[in-house]
């Protein structure tokens, strides 16, 4: 089954790289959102609030994230879902959709940090507590968004449908996610993050063992 990951892997960045319009838009609207930001809520004058600049950062990367992934089956046709059905096993199919999402969400993730940093400062104290709440943030929204991308393929209206099934998903991760960045802000002392960081890693892995497990019976249909 990893060699069917590591194909579908390629395949899609293969594909991601030949529409290069489609990752160039997400960058754009990443920096664009930042730049707005800054002209916006008072940070050209330097009055912006750590909490401010942590809520938007993390409301920045998620609407991103689900631009990001959002195409993920909704842009395969029903006939490359037929071809994919015949060579490749359906948990073959989500693990690698969901690395794939994942790896893409952590460049946003990070490049939308860089940005922040540049253009409204980086107040963010515990670097390393920080990346890695981003890159469990990333693996988070990318098993939820690719999952419920999934069943929304299967539906007529889309982008009603994904918004509806994967905001209840979504704000437990968010919420984790914004808190520990703040602890990460404040410099305060990893342990008092570490019941956190425990409770977004056992949300991802339940979100990652509930795709794994589901996504065969709706492949099926």
Same mark, same amino acid.
Request: proline share 3%.
């Given at each position: ?12 960045? /293969? ?89 893409? /969400? ?92 425990? /409770? ?22």
């Amino acid at each position: 089954m990893w060699k069917e990951i590591i194909v579908l892997i390629k395949k899609e960045v /293969t594909l991601e790289w030949r529409q290069k319009y489609a990752l160039n838009g997400i960058l754009l609207y990443v920096v664009s959102a930042v730049f707005i930001t800054y002209l916006s809520v008072g940070a050209k004058q330097g009055t912006i609030a750590v909490p401010t600049w942590n809520a938007l950062y993390w409301i920045i990367i998620l609407f991103s994230s689900v631009n990001a992934v959002a195409k993920s089956f909704v842009q395969e046709h029903q006939g490359r879902q037929l071809y994919y059905y015949m060579i490749a096993s359906p948990e073959g199919i989500i693990i690698s959709k969901i690395i794939y999402n994942t790896m893409l /969400t952590a460049v946003l993730a990070i490049l939308g940090y860089l940005v922040f940093s540049v253009i409204l400062g980086n107040p963010v104290q515990d670097q390393g507590l920080f990346v890695l709440n981003l890159l469990l943030g990333a693996i988070g929204f990318s098993a939820c968004l690719t999952m419920v991308s999934g069943i929304a393929s299967k539906a007529s209206n889309n982008a009603t449908l994904m918004a509806i099934l994967s905001f209840p998903i979504i704000i437990p991760i968010l919420l984790m996610a914004i808190r520990i960045s703040k602890n990460a802000i404040d410099g305060l002392d990893r342990s008092v993050s570490a019941d956190k960081l425990l /409770t977004l890693l056992a949300i991802n892995a339940i979100i990652g063992t509930t795709a794994y497990i589901l996504f065969p019976y709706l492949w099926r249909s």
